[in-house]
């Protein structure tokens, strides 16, 4: 399924302006684990981001600080959700929150499998993560990408607040994982 993410009026990108989307996919399934792919697109060459580097890949905090993609799952229905960060430079973060913004502690995960491409005209991420093959989840994406200029700007499915963007607001996890 490809999905379309839309800047935050408040933090729009520099000109020329870019697309960014996302795919979502089951990858498979072994037993109640289910492999899922990520994969994020933009509509800019690499070049054009801030992306720090990292000698090994590994969990890191505050990925957002930067160029970073993010997941946000929950089972359908349910407050507690987890947050996934994935970083170009192959680092990465995942997060489980009981409610909006609250209870949170570093997630019992495996690590994702995170990849990049850049072919000079446009950017993807790939993440792979594992997840309960027998849930219902409702996903949030988005993404901060902070350009060389300085620009930053925060993509999302949805918008709910105006003012600030807030990727963890329940009204962010519009789509579901097939």
């Known amino acids: 399924m ?4 839309v800047p935050h009026p408040a933090t729009p990108p520099s000109d020329p302006a870019f697309k960014v989307w996302a795919n979502v996919e089951h990858a498979g ?22 992306i720090p580097e990292t000698e090994e890949p590994a969990r890191a905090e505050e990925l957002w600080k930067t160029t ?43 690590p994702p499998y995170v990849r990049i491409e ?7 991420l790939g993440a792979t993560i594992a997840v309960d093959a027998k849930a219902a989840w409702e996903i949030g994406l988005s ?11 925060f993509w999302a499915l949805a918008h709910p607040d105006a003012e600030k963007p807030d990727f963890h607001d329940p009204a962010c996890f519009i789509a579901h994982l097939p």
């Open 2 to 5: 490809q999905l379309n993410l």
């Open 29 to 50: 399934a072994l037993g109640v684990i289910a492999s899922t792919n990520i994969w994020f697109g933009v509509g800019a060459p690499a070049s054009r981001f801030a």
């Open 68 to 110: 970073c993609f993010e997941a946000f799952l929950r089972v359908h229905g349910a407050e507690a959700y987890r947050e996934w960060n994935f970083a170009p430079s192959g680092d990465w973060a995942a997060y489980d929150f009981t409610n909006h913004r609250e209870g949170r502690t570093d997630a019992e995960v495996m």
């Open 118 to 124: 850049d072919n000079l005209t446009w950017l993807a």
């Open 143 to 153: 993404a901060v990408l902070e350009e060389k200029d300085g620009t930053k700007s």
